[in-house]
């Protein structure tokens, strides 16, 4: 059974950092895209960092320098490290999972596979 949980999230004053990580089961996870996504109450989906089966990262212009995506695929995991949060950081983050097809990371929602349940981030100012 394909698994994606998520763990790390909490609430943080603005400028603070959280390490969220996802750890994923039931495929061969070492094939996949994964990438991290958020939604804020009301807004849309966002994907936030990806990272390919190679280790090839892309970032949203927003959180580019402050967010970095890793994976270990021993462990099946994929973390995102972010930093200088904001208060529009604020969301649901979700870690999802695509068969890496095409060689390069992604951060379009609609052609993943798999998805988590999700970790909340709250950044206060």
């Known amino acids: 059974r394909v698994q994606l949980v998520e763990s790390g999230g909490g609430a943080v004053q603005s400028g603070g950092s959280l390490r969220l990580s996802c750890t994923a089961s039931?495929?061969?996870?070492?094939?996949?895209?994964m990438t991290w996504f958020r939604q804020a109450p009301g807004q849309e989906r966002e994907g936030v960092a990806g990272?390919?089966?190679?280790?090839?990262?892309i970032y949203t212009d927003s959180v580019q320098g402050r967010f970095t995506i890793s994976r270990d695929n021993d462990k099946t995991t994929v973390d995102l490290e972010m930093n200088s949060l904001k208060p529009e950081d604020t969301a649901m983050y979700y870690c999802?999972?695509?068969?890496?097809?095409?060689?390069?990371?992604?951060?379009?929602?609609?052609?993943?596979?798999?998805w988590g349940q999700g970790t909340q981030v709250t950044v206060s100012s």
């Open positions: 999802a999972a695509m068969e890496d097809y095409r060689g390069s990371p992604s951060l379009s929602g609609g052609q993943f596979d798999y």
């Open positions: 039931g495929f061969y996870f070492s094939r996949y895209c």
């Open positions: 990272i390919d089966s190679r280790g090839h990262t």
